[in-house]
């Protein structure tokens, strides 16, 4: 069973144009992430949700619109791709709020990416 | 601010040689430190991180990484290199108490094994 699962694996598509990534969690986890990762395979945070209420909010464009139906999915919507979109875009998820939450130990969970190319 | 830095862009080792990954940090609290691989096409897959008590932590696929906190470093090891080991390698620091967690991602250190 997959724990982080991110849908489609490869989008290609046209400037201009809206898409949208998902992204599921079966770990019940709190807090879910996504993360770009740029042509130099730098990895940025972008947003994150805790129990479906936004908690960061780095500056991003605000064509990228995070949407928390529920505390297992958080998906990404762009709208009016750019050429600059362009990027691998990792969802993510750990428990609670903190690494460190009563003695135990937690971390991230990273789901496999989505590349994505705007032509 | 929290930062991560990774000296080496690109190393090639030989195969069975050891392996040596430099990770350094800037976090004004205590870190939370992890190690990421990057295998071409692929996710991100956590090898080890450090989190308290002892220094020296043992991960996946045989790696190892000492955090010393006097240099600021969490340099990750491997004592022979496979060539199956040949991936991009990822050191992070883990900021936030409260509500989310931000991990703060170095550049990256490209490795290349040669038979």
């Known amino acids: 069973d997959t724990a982080v699962s991110q849908t489609p694996k490869y989008l290609v598509t046209q400037m201009g144009n809206d898409k949208s990534i998902k992204c599921e969690q079966n770990?019940?986890?709190?807090?879910m992430y996504w993360y770009k990762q740029d042509s130099k395979k730098f990895l940025k945070i972008m947003f994150s949700?805790?129990?479906?209420?936004?908690?960061i909010n780095e500056t991003v464009p605000n064509r990228f619109s995070p949407k928390s139906p529920d505390k297992a999915h958080l998906n990404l919507h762009i709208n009016s791709l750019e050429l600059g979109d362009s990027a691998v875009y990792f969802c993510a998820s750990s428990q609670v709020g903190g690494f460190v939450v009563r003695g135990r130990n937690y971390g991230y969970t990273f789901g496999s990416g989505t590349r994505l190319t705007v032509v | 601010a929290q930062s991560v830095t990774q000296p080496d862009i690109h190393i090639t080792v030989s195969e069975g040689a050891s392996l040596e990954l430099r990770c350094n940090y800037s976090?004004?609290?205590?870190?939370?430190l992890f190690w990421y691989v990057q295998s071409p096409g692929q996710g991100l897959q956590l090898l080890l991180k450090?989190?308290?008590?002892?220094?020296l932590v043992q991960g996946i696929k045989g790696f190892e990484a000492e955090f010393k906190r006097s240099q600021s470093s969490f340099n990750l090891r491997k004592p022979s290199v496979h060539w199956s080991d040949a991936a991009e390698y990822f050191c992070a620091v883990g900021a936030g108490q409260t509500g989310a967690n931000n991990l703060f991602f170095g550049t990256g250190t490209r490795l290349t094994v040669i038979p």
């Open positions: 976090y004004g609290a205590t870190p939370y």
């Open positions: 450090y989190f308290s008590g002892d220094t």
């Open positions: 949700y805790n129990n479906k209420e936004l908690i």
């Open positions: 770990l019940g986890h709190d807090t």
